[in-house]
């Protein structure tokens, strides 16, 4: 049984991969996309691929931000900026591409972090409370968007039943999402108990790391939007906080179906999010996102685990010891 679960979600992801794919297919059925599509690549000018590049660096420093808010929880100070954010961008630019698994995830982080210290329980910690942080920063800031404008959620009719696509539905939502994160607010400042839930339970952080998570969990849902949004063409461009609200429920979409990198469920639902952009504009917009925030990144973080493996190796191999360093204080 235990099996048949570990080839559950890879099934999962290939089907939703497919499935996206034939979808797409007849989306742009009868165009000349390759060609079309490169047209519009080459007419962004370069200042806006410059502030996609700027966006991306605003994202993966607010993922940087994460392991660091984790480790503040965890009472850690002894690791460097330069090391958090290196582990941290090489963890994520793996498992954007790969896929949360414990390889690109846990494993990745445990070489790097343990080398520094950390135990496998506090790695463990760390790990779950960076997805904690990137999931309140997802229904902070849709709580944010569906209560401003509950239509947006219009832009989907046709393609999700029409419950989930009314106003009112998208408002309600909205405000249960900020009743969530007022109450997390009030639990973290009143020192509420642990929320438990069976096995579960939930300890509210100190104020100090609630304050950061509140600024750092949107920053990078910002940034990563805003590589799209400098990447669509000026006409027809419905404007960032409609090009946010896209990018966080095709975003959602596609971590949902278990996808790699969302590939194929990105697209397909961002591209019926925008119905007022020309779909090929849309789709070049869309690969300027994977190649910044995909694609460059990935190549960088297989360089930096190439080289620390190198490191550990020679270290082996020499019989050096690591480097005496004081336990954390947890």
Known sequence: MKKLAEYFWPVIGLAAVIGSFYLLYHEFQGESVGTEVWAYLRAIPASDYFFAALSTLLAYAALAWYDRIALLHLGVT???WIFISVCSFTTYALSHNIGASVFSGAMVRYRAYSSKGLTATQVATLVVLCSYTFAFG???LGG???TYDPTMMQRLAGFLPDVFTHPHTARTVGLLCLGFVAVYIVGSLMHFRPFRFGKFEITYPRPA??????????????????IIYFALPEQGNPGYIVVLAAFLLSFSAALVSHAPGGLGVF?????????????LQVLAALLVWRLFYLIVPLLAALVVVGLFERKKLVEKLRGEPRAAEGPPQV
């Open 138 to 140: 997802n229904v902070l």
């Open 144 to 146: 944010l968007l569906l």
């Open 78 to 80: 002894h690791i460097s």
């Open 209 to 226: 790391v609630m304050v950061q998570q509140l600024f750092a969990a949107p920053a990078e849902l910002i940034g990563a939007a805003g």
């Open 267 to 279: 697209e397909l639902v961002f591209i019926n999010l925008m119905p007022d952009v020309p779909r």
